[in-house]
């Protein structure tokens, strides 16, 4: 009965510390909105969740996880599993994604690769604006550690801390971030919360930025002093997201159904579902679909802050630059036919104004 209780006021324990964690996420005001660096750790990973639009972070299992909700990671049913994902983004940056993770006991420890392939790019300047001969390609990059524990039956929590780099010509920025978050199930329903990104702020610095001024006040033929060109600041992109499933079987068919609220400090809040359907013991079938709130408030003659005479705040959806529509996709699951825990996943995500990315993901469980 102890045992029980400690649980119950650790899982309350868990939810509180990701509310709490929650306050430091603002609104993604108009000011704010595009002004955060680090966007890549926004990019979905994995061929499951994004086949959902993120809507599954209640219930959401295994190494594919770690990105929705870390604490999904407690959820790994074997001893260890290792995920390949590849994906190409918009204006063909080649994404790719590996993971491993290994179980002792109930804690689940993992480490992460996410790298960024843009090409080679060519140098331009001002006087030379169709290239100088010369090419450059940046190359981003974010390594992760993982922890995560099984602490009941229905209890999940997990934390990742995550090392991102970027770097562009001879300029480089690193910063830290931390992930957490806790999953809670009551039989056939599902509870989540998950606070991803939030660090350091980050800033770039490098030999390209140095240059050579002669001396203010001083006479002509002073050497030159070097000094280097200063850089601001930039935010990593935090989320906080809570969401909602509700699993049940139905004529030897498993069916998920999952929603979420995700809260983005620099961009609009989502309103996320999604839904799968297992079938024939090894089939998966997905959809899903995330609506953008403006979340600031409008008067109704459109101005930001205003209200009409009878003081109501008009609330309208400013959402013209939100390019994601529905997303689809489907899994297969070998382990039963070939006697080896393998899995493949796809999914796509349609984009207003772009072609719609597609990922490809293989579930290795060992």
Not at 182 to 202: C, P
Not at 302 to 322: A, H, N, P, Y
Request: proline letters at 3%; zero cysteines; glycine letters at 12%.
């Amino acid at each position: 009965m102890y045992k029980s209780i400690y649980y119950k006021y650790v899982s309350i324990g868990l939810l509180l510390g990701i509310f709490f964690l929650s306050t430091a996420v603002e609104a993604g005001s108009k000011a704010r909105r595009g002004t955060a660096g680090a966007q890549e750790l926004l990019m979905p990973l994995g061929s499951r969740g994004t086949a959902m639009s993120g809507a599954y972070v209640a219930g959401i299992t295994g190494v594919e996880a770690a990105h929705w909700n870390i604490a999904g990671l407690g959820g790994m049913e074997s001893s260890g599993e290792a995920m390949f994902s590849q994906s190409n983004w918009i204006a063909d940056i080649d994404m790719s994604y590996g993971i491993v993770a290994t179980s002792v006991g109930a804690n689940m420890f993992g480490v992460s690769l996410k790298s960024f392939d843009f090409g080679d790019i060519p140098v331009t300047t001002a006087f030379q604006p169709d290239g100088t001969g010369e090419m450059y390609s940046p190359r981003f990059f974010t390594l992760g550690a993982m922890y995560a524990r099984r602490v009941t039956d229905r209890i999940r929590f997990g934390t990742e801390f995550k090392i991102v780099n970027e770097s562009i010509m001879r300029e480089t920025a690193t910063g830290f971030a931390v992930d957490a978050g806790v999953q809670y199930n009551i039989s056939n329903i599902q509870l989540g919360a998950s606070i991803r990104n939030l660090g350091t702020n980050m800033k770039f610095s490098g030999s390209d930025l140095d240059e050579f001024h002669q001396p203010v006040g001083t006479n002509p033929g002073t050497p030159n002093e070097p000094r280097q060109v200063g850089t601001s600041q930039f935010e990593m992109p935090t989320t906080f997201e809570m969401g909602v499933a509700y699993n049940k079987s139905f004529s030897g068919n498993d069916v998920i159904l999952a929603a979420s609220f995700l809260n983005n400090n620099f961009s609009f809040d989502e309103y996320r579902f999604g839904a799968e359907v297992k079938t024939m013991g090894m089939l998966y079938l997905r959809g899903g679909m995330a609506l953008a709130q403006d979340p600031e408030p409008f008067g109704d003659d459109g101005i930001e802050g205003t209200t009409d005479d009878s003081d109501d705040v008009v609330w309208e959806q400013k959402t013209e630059d939100f390019i994601w529509g529905p997303s689809f996709g489907f899994g297969l699951d070998f382990s039963k036919l070939l006697g080896v825990g393998l899995s493949v996943d796809y999914a796509y995500r349609s984009a207003e104004f772009f072609s719609g990315v597609s990922w490809l993901s293989l579930n290795f469980a060992f």
